[in-house]
């Protein structure tokens, strides 16, 4: 099946895309979409992320479903 990975920001700056389409298996979950980005992207920081799928927080258990969107939220900090 095939799952979009859209980024946000400084990731867009990093791998010069704005959305990237990939095929995953059929029984996928969002650690696999975060272990090919990580591959594809090493510079990528992907520590301390949220991801969701079709704009829902999720987490990197979570089972994909043909088309979705998952996007990888990073961390902000304040005070």
Not at 4 to 30: N, P, W, Y
Not at 33 to 47: A, D, G, H, I, N
Not at 48 to 63: M, Y
């Amino acid at each position: 099946m095939v799952v979009s990975v859209m980024f946000l920001g400084a990731q867009r700056s990093v791998t010069k895309k704005r959305e990237l389409r990939i095929s995953v298996s059929d029984q996928a979950c969002v650690s696999e979409v975060v272990e090919y980005v990580r591959r594809e992207f090493p510079q990528l920081p992907l520590k301390d992320i949220l991801v969701t799928v079709n704009e829902k927080i999720t987490s990197f258990s979570q089972p994909l479903n043909p088309n979705d969107k998952v996007t990888f939220l990073p961390h902000i900090g304040g005070g």
